[in-house]
Structures are given as structure tokens and as C-alpha cells.
């Protein structure tokens, strides 16, 4: 017996939408094209598929205006008109099911819940086939049957029923749902059915008379209060019950051979995700499951170009294993040891390298004492020019491709366990076969879009500049760190004693469930909401609470100690290598601006704004006969906004040479700039900066230490004081 699933398109689509829709998170692309319900749509798709595994599936849509609202103008009447971000994601949606090999269908004049009726009536008519509806619209449990069951999505997980479970709960035939309609009506169709009838009352007739007929033939029997709302609504009644029935012959040209499952066209699945930016979907697509015979590689045949990839246990390319090499080209496919290497050095020479992350491959091999000159293509900076969203690994890039690639977190675990060569090996050689076959395609497209100079000239040169300031390194004073540690530990004791004295008692300070019972059950102070894993005490509830009790900036304060302590003092403590220097990763393809940004560890993060934050940078020395120098553009990025966007002030300002953070701070909390403090000044920096970048309300208030609503007025003030940035913006 073959199964049949039968879908509610608008309605996963909604419930999809409205699910972050309520919470103002509208989920958008790079490109600010709302995704939200689409997320949520695939992600159920997906769902049903994995959990249904069915040969035969169809996803019914509304069209339009249908025959009901000919025959009744206020039919759904009521309902807001559908958002705009998403009637934008409707035909997205319908692209994507056709991709996934999943069949939709839609016909004027006629709901889906017409359609679904009609592909359930196959069911009834043919014992081959059994039908399962998914929808959270209670209008479809009238089609529930011998053959048709139902799962009826709830805000959480769903109620499967079928006739006996329908019946035992209800207590009436599922067909008797539209005669339950006719009495109660449907607010959300805007059906009206008789006024003063609800869904309690209405079953209790249908148990005792049977059905709509049955309540009237009966009508001498029924109280004279109930009597007299059925009379004078009757004609409604009537009139529900048509508009309720769902039709079970609607003329579709489609039969059952029509619905079963294709199999997926993974190209353009891949493409559309990309564009979407739905990443962790495109991980789940099997792609090139057929993969070329594995070869371990003694040594190579010579080629002009070889593509060669790099595996490591771990992703710091300074502190991980190198486990070998992936290597593909015309007549070379396979994987090369690292025994094999070390005993031919020279076996990768004469070949032009294609490799995605040149700066990588680099270090890993000078950490072993070996250098390489002839790298002439790094996938990855053409990826991120290309604006190819580039996350931990190459599998991101290569899917998007078509590639099969797996993941670091599928390949290697969370623990990073070596895997065995036979699974690594062909990992490896898959992922040197995508750089080099895809090469050229890069090239083409960074040509047309005029990236190809950018890529030549600045980019691509950069990354070995880069290279050679990691492999360099920062000096640290260990001692120096050992040092600030002790008393910083001091410092924390202290605070965390004090913190218990004003409780009253010791508790785990930071457990976020043991620190809201302290403060909001036993001590009383002001809270909000208390959620399933108790009261929030984040940095925004804290803030609003400061003055109304010591242990609140205690709490702070010992939240700021405990962060300098942990990510930033033993935290570079632990990253000092054996030659008393700390070799960060400048990742030159993570950030939208263009910025490089520093990571195992952070470098640029180094705190500041308090005694020990100023410290921690005494720590970082010059090396051996150097001096440590600070060059900077001054507020490059400033003056191109000012000029852009023509705000007279602040080009008056750079004309001159008036400190531009002076002067919005003067501007913004609206005093002489001889009364702006250090403190404001810090601020109106932070959001000068912030707003070229798209800084938000959270992410200010993130930077700064201060409440979202500090923010908020911040970045209004300033949009106020500057409209044509606004404008610009």
C-alpha cells in the first residue's frame, strides 16, 4: 500500500512566517530579502519527508478569490491582508519544492483544502493508496477517513488522528466537522454560523441529534432559549455549512503518477540556498555520491597546475596536526602522507598550487620546518569577492558547488579524533578535485563582475603578507600575565565575598538560575517575566536594576573581572607558543566590510575601559631590537560618509581638523564640546563607527556595556542631529 501526503502549502507557510514574525524578527538575507517563512517552510518539509518517507507527496496552494467568496462577499473577510515580506517568499517557495522533486499545485476558483479533498477521495476510491493530510487547519479533519488520517501541526509537535482517535475524542464522525462549522462558525474564515453557539454546545447537539438536518428536524426538543438562536440564524447556518464543505471533485489535471516524488535537482536546490543563504540545508544535500577511485599517492606525475588541500586535525592552523594532503589534476588524483612529504619536500615544486587558503597551507608547513613559493590561486578570496558565504571549512563553498563535501564537525567529530585514511583520503582528494575544476569558472566570474583586479592586485597579495605577520607573532610577557592573574583572582575573591554578604548566603553567581532566585525570590529586587528556566539577569535587566541595591554593580563587576580573567588573561596565557609568542589568525574572508578581524585568539578585542583591561596590554612587548608602531588612517571611513552623504557639520569639522568624536558627542548629548568627558566621547566613537556598518540597537548596546533603550536613543539622536546620513543610509 502506497502513501500519499497531502500538504497544506499556505498554511506552513504562515504558520512559518507569523512563528518569528510575532517577535519582530523578520529573518533576512545579506541582501535584506525577507527569508523567514521560507526557513521555516523548508526546515517542515524537510521534517515531513524524513519522518513520512513518502512515494507519493503533494503540496496544494490557494490561488486567489475561489467560488466562496462569489457565493458569500464576507467569506475570510476579517483577516489582515498577507505581509508583504511574505507575499515576496510565495513563489520562492513553489521554486523550491519544484527543486526538491516535490509536486505543487494550485487552480482557480477553488482553496487547497479543495484540492487536498480531492487527492484524499483518490484514497477512499482506490486500496492501493492511504492518505496523511499535515495542516494545523482543524477544516481538514472532515476529510478524515478509513483511508485518510491527519496530523494537526500544534504550536508544538502535532496530534496525529485517524477515524477511531477522531471519533473517541470528539465524540461525532470527522464528516460531521462541517456540520460543527454550520452551528459555531469560524472566526477565522469569518463563516458565521448562529450567534451565541460555540464549539461546546454545538458537539452537544451533533452527539444528541446527529447532524445539521438532525438539530432542526429536532428543533421542538431543543431549550427555548437555544431554540429561538437556531431559528433566527438558521439561513447562516445553512450557509456555513456549504461554505464549510470541501469540495472532493475539484477538475485537476493531474492524476496520482503526477504527485510521486522526482528526484531533486541539487544545482539549483544549491543555487537558491545560496542566494537564501540557508547554509545549514545545503550541508544535508548528497551530492556526487559517486566518487573517483582513491589513490595514496607516492609521488606525482608533473602537471602545469595541482590543486593541493591540506587536512589538519583541528582548525588553528598553528597548533594542529597536519594529517596530509589532497591533490588533483589532469593526471594526478589522490592523497599524499605527511611521512611522504617530509621525505620528498621538493615533490610540490614545479607545479603552479591552486588551494583554498593560501595563508594556511603556509603556516601549517613552516610549523614543520618547510616552505612553499608557487601558490598562484586561493579559492577562498575568490569565494569571498564573489560574496560566497564562506563559514569554518571549505565544505560551505564546495556544496554550493555541487561538491559532496563533508563537514569538519561530520568528518572529524567535535573532539577532533583522527579519522581513518580511508575516510580522509578521499575527503581530501574530493576537496583538491572542487578547487581545481572550478578554478577557471572563479576566474570568469570575477572578471565579469569587475572583481578580477581587486583580486590580483590586493587581495590575493595580501593573504602572504598576512601570512608572515602570523608566522611572526606578538611578543607577550608571561610573568607580566602570570602577575595581573594573581591579583585579578584577588580581586574576584573579594567582590565574590562581598556579592554573598549582601545575599546573605553563598551561591553559584554564575548559574543565571541560582542568581535570579537570590535576587528576585528571596531579595525582592524588580524582574520581568519568569521563563521555563527561571528569571533573566542578563546585562539589560542588570543595568535597569543599578541604585536600587549594592550587589547589583557588584554582580557587574564581577561578571567584567571573571570575563578579563577567563578570555582574555588565561586566555592568552594558554595561547603563548614554545617560542614565548602568541600567533593569532587573521582571517582576511569573514567580515561584509572588508575588515580583517583576528581570531585564536582575538587580538583586536583587548579591553580597555577598565584598570585591568588597560593592563593586559602591557603584556605585549616589542620583539628583540623593535619598537612597537601604531599607524592609523584618521577616520577614513568617517570622512567618506561625510562627504557621501553632504552633512555640511561634519565636513565643516574635518575641514578644521576639529576631532570628529568630539564633535557628535557635543552634538548628540547636546552640550559645549569643552563639557564633553572621555565617556561620551568613547560612545559617540562607538556609534559613529557603528552606524556606517549597519550597527543595530542590540549590537551597540552589546559594544557599549549599556541598556538596548540607551541605544536605541543614541542612534536616534544621532539620525536626528545628522538627517542627511539618514537619508544616505
Not at 210 to 238: H, P, Q
Not at 500 to 527: R, W
Request: aromatic fraction near 10%.
Amino acid at each position: 500500500m502506497e502513501k500519499i501526503i497531502l500538504v497544506d502549502g499556505n498554511n506552513l507557510l504562515f504558520r512559518s512566517y507569523y512563528a518569528t514574525a510575532y517577535t519582530g524578527n523578520i529573518m533576512k538575507n545579506s541582501k535584506h530579502f525577507p527569508t523567514n517563512a521560507l526557513f521555516g517552510f523548508v526546515n517542515m518539509i524537510n521534517k515531513i519527508v524524513e519522518e513520512e518517507k513518502p512515494t507519493y507527496m503533494i503540496v496544494a496552494f490557494d490561488k486567489g478569490k475561489t467560488f466562496r467568496h462569489e457565493e458569500y462577499k464576507e467569506y475570510k473577510g476579517g483577516r489582515n491582508a498577507t505581509p508583504d515580506d511574505l507575499k515576496k517568499q510565495m513563489p520562492i517557495a513553489r521554486q523550491i519544492l519544484e527543486y526538491m522533486g516535490i509536486k505543487y499545485y494550485e487552480i482557480d476558483n477553488y482553496e487547497a483544502d479543495d484540492i487536498i479533498g480531492t487527492f484524499s477521495h483518490y484514497c477512499n476510491k482506490d486500496s492501493n493508496y492511504t492518505g496523511t493530510i499535515i495542516s494545523s487547519d482543524h477544516d481538514l479533519l472532515q476529510l478524515i477517513s478509513d483511508d485518510v488520517s491527519m496530523k494537526l501541526l500544534k504550536m508544538k509537535d502535532y496530534v496525529r488522528y485517524n477515524k477511531e482517535s477522531f471519533m473517541e475524542e470528539y465524540g461525532i464522525e470527522p464528516i460531521k466537522i462541517i456540520d460543527l462549522k454550520a452551528l459555531m462558525g469560524d472566526q477565522s474564515d469569518n463563516i458565521p454560523g448562529v450567534r451565541g453557539i460555540g464549539e461546546k454546545t454545538a458537539l452537544k447537539l451533533l452527539r444528541e441529534y446527529g447532524s445539521l438536518d438532525g438539530v432542526y428536524e429536532n428543533i421542538d426538543k431543543i431549550s427555548e432559549k437555544l431554540r429561538a438562536k437556531l431559528i433566527e440564524d438558521k439561513e447562516n447556518a445553512y450557509l456555513s455549512y456549504h461554505l464549510a464543505t470541501i469540495i472532493q471533485d475539484v477538475p485537476v489535471d493531474i492524476n496520482i503518477e503526477d504527485i510521486k516524488l522526482k528526484e531533486m535537482d541539487a544545482y539549483n536546490l544549491n543555487k537558491i540556498y545560496e542566494e537564501l543563504e540557508f547554509f545549514s540545508f545545503i550541508k544535508k544535500i548528497k551530492k556526487h555520491d559517486v566518487k573517483e577511485p582513491f589513490n595514496i599517492l607516492e609521488s606525482l606525475v608533473p602537471d602545469k597546475e595541482l590543486a593541493l588541500y591540506i587536512e589538519l586535525l583541528g582548525t588553528n592552523y598553528h597548533t594542529s596536526k597536519i594529517l596530509g594532503f589532497g591533490v588533483y589534476s589532469e593526471h594526478n588524483s589522490g592523497f599524499i602522507t605527511l611521512d611522504t612529504f617530509l621525505k620528498n619536500p621538493s615533490m610540490f615544486d614545479g607545479f603552479d598550487l591552486l588551494t583554498y587558503d593560501a595563508k594556511r597551507l603556509i603556516n601549517s608547513l613552516r610549523w614543520v620546518g618547510k616552505e612553499l613559493h608557487n601558490i598562484v590561486f586561493d579559492t577562498m578570496i575568490a569565494g569571498y569577492l564573489l560574496d560566497y558565504t564562506l563559514k569554518d571549512d571549505i565544505s560551505y563553498m564546495a556544496n554550493v558547488f555541487g561538491y559532496d563535501v563533508k563537514s569538519l564537525d561530520d568528518l572529524y567529530t567535535k573532539k577532533f579524533i583522527e579519522p581513518d585514511i580511508s575516510v580522509l583520503g578521499p575527503e581530501a582528494s574530493l576537496k583538491a578535485k572542487f578547487i581545481y575544476e572550478t578554478k577557471t569558472e572563479l576566474i570568469d566570474k570575477l572578471e565579469k563582475n569587475k572583481f578580477l583586479d581587486f583580486y590580483e592586485q590586493i587581495d590575493f597579495p595580501l593573504s602572504f603578507v598576512l601570512a608572515d605577520m602570523e608566522f611572526n607573532g606578538v611578543k607577550v610577557d608571561r610573568n607580566c600575565l602570570e602577575e595581573m592573574d594573581k591579583e585579578i583572582s584577588v580581586k574576584i575573591k573579594e567582590t565574590e565575598n562581598k556579592i554573598y554578604e549582601e545575599a546573605g548566603e553563598k551561591f553559584n553567581i554564575s548559574s543565571p538560575k541560582q542568581l535570579g532566585e537570590v535576587l528576585f525570590d528571596k531579595m525582592g529586587l524588580q524582574h520581568g517575566r519568569k521563563g521555563k528556566t527561571g528569571y533573566s539577569t542578563s546585562i539589560d535587566v542588570l543595568n535597569k536594576l543599578k541604585g536600587t541595591h549594592p550587589i547589583i554593580d557588584l554582580i557587574i563587576d564581577y561578571r567584567m573581572l571573571t570575563k578579563i580573567e577567563t578570555t582574555y588573561i588565561v586566555g592568552l596565557l594558554n595561547s603563548i607558543l614554545k617560542d614565548g609568542k602568541v600567533h593569532t589568525i587573521y582571517t582576511q574572508t569573514l567580515t561584509r566590510t572588508g575588515r580583517l578581524s583576528s581570531i585564536e585568539p582575538n587580538l583586536q578585542n583587548i579591553p580597555v575601559r577598565n584598570e585591568f583591561g588597560k593592563l593586559i596590554r602591557k603584556a605585549f612587548l616589542p620583539s628583540d631590537e623593535s619598537v612597537i608602531l601604531s599607524a592609523d588612517y584618521s577616520q577614513i571611513e568617517l570622512r567618506i560618509l561625510s562627504h557621501m552623504s553632504g552633512v555640511k557639520s561634519l565636513i565643516d569639522a574635518f575641514n578644521n581638523d576639529v576631532d570628529i568624536h568630539t564633535k557628535t558627542a557635543s552634538d548628540i548629548f547636546k552640550v559645549d564640546a569643552s563639557e564633553v568627558t572621555s565617556n561620551m566621547r568613547r560612545i559617540a566613537k562607538a556609534v559613529n563607527f557603528g552606524i556606517i556598518y549597519g550597527i543595530s540597537n542590540f549590537g551597540l548596546a552589546e559594544n557599549l556595556d549599556i541598556s538596548m533603550a540607551e541605544a536605541t536613543e543614541f542612534i536616534n539622536n544621532y539620525l536626528q542631529e545628522y538627517p542627511g546620513i539618514k537619508e544616505y543610509m
